[in-house]
């Protein structure tokens, strides 16, 4: 795609839109906290300590919760679909919880497979789900006339042209942007570029999932829900 091209879909198409999404953290970091006090006073001593000694939030993530500033906090030097190494942090939400589980499910197999030690057994791992809300600046990947470079949007391999196409959305003012996820067929997901674009319910409603990797499948269980995939390695 030409970059005046890019531009100007980018212009034309972009219209503020809000949705409420998933997002499924691992849940060990309170759990890795607590093995390590007697009493929540003293855990709540060392999460201080431990927040003390992170790397500072971006002005537009401070007073946000942490489950929502988070992502921000960190320039990974490990790539995702709509942010290149080092780059400015971006908060991936999925349109529907099974959507929200494949894409972390779908790591975490990886991750498995990659261990040499893990993969002749199984893995067996806790997440948190919760909800959040985007409103701003969207442009939807899978609207005219983006979804005619579907392929690309949906490559589950390479991530260049989503992150050049992120890039090419900051200075637009762009604040988030929808997209289909190449782990589960026809689940919506969203890349918020924006931290003041996003917002939790003050009263946050966190369900916890369980999840078994094996070499051939991944299942979720929340109580009588559940579901199971059969990843691919690509």
Same mark, same amino acid.
């Given at each position: ?10 212009? #034309? ?7 409420? +999404? ?23 001593? &060392? ?9 500072? +939030?971006? !002005? ?17 030097? @490990? !790539? ?11 908060? @991936? ?7 929200? *589980?494949?894409?972390?499910? @779908?790591? %975490? ?13 199984? +893995? ?12 701003? %600046? *969207?442009?939807?990947? #899978?609207?005219? !006339? ?24 900051? !200075?637009? #003012? $762009?604040?988030?942007?929808? @997209?289909?996820?190449?782990?589960? /067929?026809?689940?919506?997901? =969203?890349?918020?570029? =924006? /931290? ?7 009263? &946050? ?7 078994? $990797?094996?070499?051939?499948?991944? $299942? ?10 059969? /990843?691919?390695?690509?």
């Amino acid at each position: 795609m030409h970059r005046w091209q890019k531009e100007d879909w980018i212009t #034309n198409s972009a219209n503020t839109s809000e949705q409420l +999404l998933w997002r499924a953290v691992e849940a060990q970091h309170l759990n890795a906290t607590m093995r390590l006090v007697d009493t929540l006073d003293e855990q709540f001593l &060392l999460e201080q300590m431990l927040e003390a000694n992170k790397p500072p +939030l971006p !002005p537009a993530a401070v007073g946000h919760h942490y489950l929502l500033s988070t992502p921000f906090r960190y320039a990974s030097p @490990y !790539p995702s679909r709509f942010r290149a190494a080092h780059e400015p942090g971006v908060w @991936y939400g999925a349109f529907d919880r099974q959507t929200a *589980c494949t894409e972390v499910g @779908y790591w %975490r197999w990886r991750f498995f497979m990659d261990s040499e030690s893990l993969n002749t057994g199984e +893995l067996q791992t806790e997440h948190s789900l919760f909800q959040a809300k985007v409103t701003g %600046r *969207c442009i939807d990947l #899978n609207s005219a !006339p983006w979804n005619l470079l579907a392929k690309q949007w949906q490559d589950p391999n390479s991530y260049t042209l989503c992150q050049a196409l992120a890039a090419d959305c900051r !200075p637009h #003012n $762009i604040e988030w942007i929808a @997209y289909t996820s190449s782990r589960q /067929p026809q689940g919506l997901c =969203a890349a918020v570029l =924006a /931290p003041h674009a996003l917002k939790i319910n003050k009263t &946050l409603n966190i369900e916890t999932w369980h999840c078994r $990797i094996t070499r051939s499948s991944v $299942i979720f269980r929340h109580f009588k829900e559940g579901f199971s995939f059969e /990843p691919i390695q690509r």
